[in-house]
C-alpha cells in the first residue's frame, strides 16, 4: 500500500513531482526481480510497487537532514561501504538519493559492486526542485552528468527517461512557492486556510494537468529524470 503522502491528491502540494514520480516507478518496476536493493530506501514508498522481489533488502545513511525515526532500513551504510559480499543483487532501485550523495562516483562504484553482472539499477534523481534536507542536499543532474557518471563508474544505459514537463513544472512551482511562503501562515485562520488550499493548491494542479494536455509541451523542463542502467558484464 503506497501512502498518500507518496501518491497525493491535487490538494497535496508535491502532486505533480509525486505523482511523476510514481507512475514511472511503477513502468518500470517489473524490470526489478529476485533480490533487490533499495539504497536510500527510507521508509519504503515504494516498495508496493516492485511485486517481482523475491527479497526487499533497504539502505540507509545515517545524516543530520533527514532523521529515520520510524522508516524500514535493513543495512546502514557508512558512506564508503554497503556490508554486503559483491555480486549480491539482482537487482537495484535507488530514488531520490543522487542528489543528497556528495561522493556520488564512490557510490556508484560500490552500487556496481554489490549488484550481480547484468543487474537492472533504477533510478530517479530531480532536475527542478527547491532545496531539501539541508544541509545535505548537493546537485543537480542532466541526462548527460548521469549518463557520463554511471557508464564511467561500470554501467550500461538501457534507458533514460524524464517525469514532467515545462508545463507542469510550472504549475508545480507556483504551487510550491504559495505552501512554503504563505500556507504556514493562512491556515491557522479558520475557513481561510481551507479555501487557500483550495485556490492555490487542488486549482493549480487540476490546471496543470489540463493544460499539459491540451498545449504543445516541451520536456527541456522536467521534474524528474528517470534512468535505468544495468551492470556491464
Not at 533499495?38 to 533527514?66: M, Q, R, T
Request: hydrophobic fraction near 40%; proline fraction near 6%; aromatic fraction near 14%.
Amino acid at each position: 500500500m503506497i501512502s498518500n503522502e507518496f501518491k497525493p491528491s491535487v490538494f497535496h502540494p508535491y502532486y505533480f513531482i509525486r505523482k511523476g514520480l510514481i507512475g514511472k516507478i511503477r513502468q518500470y518496476s517489473p524490470l526489478l526481480h529476485g533480490r533487490l536493493l533499495d539504497f536510500g530506501c527510507g521508509s519504503k514508498p515504494y516498495k508496493a510497487l516492485i511485486n517481482n522481489a523475491g527479497e526487499y533488502v533497504g539502505v540507509d545513511y545515517e545524516n543530520e537532514g533527514h532523521p529515520h525515526i520510524n522508516e524500514q532500513i535493513d543495512i546502514f551504510y557508512d558512506g564508503k561501504t554497503i556490508p554486503v559480499a559483491s555480486d549480491s543483487f539482482d537487482a537495484g532501485l535507488t530514488s531520490e538519493v543522487f542528489e543528497h550523495v556528495f561522493n556520488l562516483e564512490e557510490v556508484l562504484k560500490e552500487l556496481h559492486r554489490v549488484l550481480k553482472p547484468g543487474a537492472p539499477l533504477l533510478i530517479t534523481c530531480p532536475f527542478v526542485w527547491k532545496e531539501h534536507e539541508v544541509p545535505n542536499d548537493f546537485a543537480r543532474y542532466t541526462h548527460f552528468a548521469l549518463r557520463h557518471m554511471l557508464e564511467k563508474n561500470g554501467f550500461r544505459i538501457r534507458t533514460l527517461d524524464k517525469s514532467g514537463n515545462f508545463i507542469e513544472v510550472m504549475f508545480q512551482l507556483r504551487v510550491l512557492y504559495f505552501f512554503d511562503n504563505w500556507y504556514p501562515k493562512l491556515r491557522r485562520i479558520p475557513l481561510i486556510g481551507a479555501l487557500s488550499k483550495l485556490l492555490f493548491i487542488a486549482i493549480p494542479n487540476i490546471a496543470g494537468n489540463f493544460f499539459s494536455k491540451i498545449l504543445p509541451v516541451s520536456r527541456t523542463m522536467y521534474l524528474n529524470n528517470i534512468v535505468v542502467a544495468e551492470k556491464a558484464v
